[in-house]
């Protein structure tokens, strides 16, 4: 409807056939299947065919996503800095009203992050997002949205469709004939820090959108492990070994499944590196023990050969773990389900791979091992009965559960 209006408005006739809305999209299929037990079930075919779909169809439009166009008015940096310039990301838009996140490639596979760069000024990687993805699948967590590997044509793909003037402004033509575009911004967004095609294709993540929020409106809420975003200083867990008492006395940790949530996202994020987990979403939908969003995960995978140990602060000072995450973390410690032969079995399924290197994969397995050392030490301290929360596997969530069509 916004597309016809805008071609009325400039008065451009079109060939092209209207778009139909199709019940049977992979898209909307997705947003059907949500529950309160994650995005998707379990050996869904839907997600299948989502990934297929996100890696083929074309692309109708191109444009910068919200929090970019934020940056473009006042920004607030006192919490958060985002770099906007280097972390180019971008709302594809294709033929069915399917809807994604395009992250470009800014950092090889072969690189780790250098030792002197902050976490909250480290790259994002279109690989993590990936990986990410597939390992959040892997631990039977199923709260990263679908990623997928995608080589895009920046010319026919991006230029070409968008209706967006700035962005279509940023696009330049680098001096070994890469076509190349940048973010526009207040800050470092200069031709320096764009990202290039060889010439056309680059390649980068897409991961589908989630429901509009308003069919299923969302929280934001600071995670209570929050790192702190300056040069100097430090947050209360990182001096205060007995902080998870503090939390323990607050709602809604003081009972309920969020802290073993946000247990469950620690261990999550420890595996993959990532310290820059400021904020988590919950769908408000599903109450205070729905399940927590693992969103923005290009910050992982930075660095294989150093594993940051005070992101699993929420296991190791609260001492509880669920039950099926340990079992699952036992059973991905076995010779024959090693999870670095998981992951990259898994991985081989994306047109990108391979996704991560040897080195990744095998920092996985160390990972694995160091939670498992943490939650024995938990047990020898405080006992199993006290340590392991005995959640029950419960049945997909009824129809009355579920994001209804008519909604």
């Given at each position: ?34 529950s ?7 050996s ?29 008015g ?32 800014r ?5 780790e ?50 209706k967006?003037?700035?962005l ?71 001096v ?9 006395e ?9 802290l073993?949530n ?6 999550f ?6 310290m ?20 923005d ?10 594993d940051?140990?005070?992101i699993?602060a ?39 791979a391979p ?5 990744h ?47």
């Amino acid at each position: 409807r916004r597309h016809k209006l805008y071609r009325e408005e400039l008065n451009l006739t079109s060939l092209e056939a209207p778009l139909l809305f199709r019940p049977e999209a992979s898209w909307l299929q997705f947003h059907l299947g949500i529950s309160r037990d994650g995005l998707y079930p379990r050996s869904s075919p839907t997600i299948d065919r989502l990934l297929r779909d996100m890696q083929d169809f074309p692309t109708i439009s191109a444009d910068y996503s919200q929090d970019e166009k934020a940056l473009l008015g006042a920004c607030d940096c006192s919490q958060i800095v985002k770099p906007s310039g280097v972390h180019l990301k971008l709302v594809l838009r294709f033929q069915d009203f399917g809807k994604a996140m395009f992250k470009p490639m800014r950092q090889k596979r072969e690189e780790e992050t250098p030792e002197d760069f902050f976490y909250f000024v480290d790259f994002q990687r279109h690989n993590a997002e990936i990986a990410a993805f597939h390992l959040d699948r892997i631990l039977d967590f199923r709260r990263v949205p679908p990623t997928v590997g995608r080589l895009i044509n920046v010319t026919k793909e991006i230029l070409e469709v968008t209706k967006n003037e700035i962005l279509q402004s940023v696009f330049f033509v680098s001096p070994a004939g890469n076509v190349c575009f940048f973010a526009k911004c207040p800050y470092m967004c200069k031709t320096e820090y764009a990202v290039c095609g060889n010439p056309h294709l680059l390649e980068g993540s897409l991961s589908a959108f989630l429901p509009s929020l308003n069919l299923a409106p969302r929280l934001s809420i600071p995670n209570p492990w929050i790192r702190s975003y300056s040069f100097d200083g430090k947050e209360e867990w990182e001096v205060n070994p007995l902080y998870c008492n503090t939390v323990r006395e607050i709602y809604p940790y003081s009972n309920g499944n969020r802290l073993l949530n946000i247990v469950d996202m620690a261990i999550f994020d420890f595996l993959i590196g990532n310290m820059d987990r400021h904020h988590y979403e919950m769908f408000t939908k599903f109450g205070d023990d729905g399940f927590l969003l693992h969103l923005d995960n290009a910050r992982g995978f930075g660095r294989h050969s150093h594993d940051e140990t005070s992101i699993l602060a929420p296991l190791s000072q609260c001492c509880i773990i669920k039950r099926t995450t340990l079992l699952r973390l036992r059973l991905l410690a076995e010779p024959e389900y090693r999870l670095s032969d998981v992951m990259r079995e898994s991985l081989l399924q994306d047109h990108l791979a391979p996704v991560l290197t040897e080195p990744h994969l095998l920092a996985l397995d160390r990972r694995l091992q160091l939670i498992l050392k943490a939650v024995g030490k938990c047990i020898d301290t405080y006992g199993e009965g006290k340590v392991v929360a005995n959640d029950t596997t419960r049945p997909e969530a009824p129809g009355s559960d579920r994001v209804k069509p008519t909604t």
